[in-house]
């Protein structure tokens, strides 16, 4: 059984940061490719950033240059550092498991945590 647990979500001012983890029991996850979607009122869920099971890693244009992803598989733990925030990054952030094919497109499998809210006021 997979279980995908997120925290870290809080409210902050514009150009501030916050630190979202996802703790991930699986078990293969040393395995899987991970990522981060978000989804704010409205819109279709996006994918922000995605991480191999090598630690190789992209983020989004949108997020670019203020957004990092990481992991810890002796943790079973994935991490998104979000810095100088926007207000369009309000969302709620999830953490999904899922597979990199071999041409490099990320393929989310059906295990999502229940989300963790993300607010930036400006």
């Known amino acids: 059984q997979v279980q995908l647990v997120e925290s870290g979500g809080g409210s902050v001012q514009a150009g501030g940061s916050l630190r979202l983890s996802c703790a991930v029991r699986a078990t293969a996850f040393s395995s899987n490719a991970m990522a981060w979607y978000r989804q704010a009122p409205g819109n279709k869920r996006e994918l922000v950033a995605l991480?191999?099971?090598?630690?190789?890693?992209t983020v989004s244009e949108s997020v670019k240059g203020r957004f990092t992803i990481s992991r810890d598989n002796a943790k079973n733990t994935i991490v998104l550092q979000m810095n100088s925030l926007k207000p369009d990054d309000t969302s709620v952030y999830y953490c999904?498991?899922?597979?990199?094919?071999?041409?490099?497109?990320?393929?989310?499998?059906?295990?999502w945590g229940k989300g963790t809210l993300v607010t930036v006021s400006s």
């Open positions: 999904n498991l899922g597979v990199i094919d071999t041409g490099g497109q990320y393929h989310a499998m059906n295990y």
């Open positions: 991480i191999g099971n090598g630690g190789t890693s």
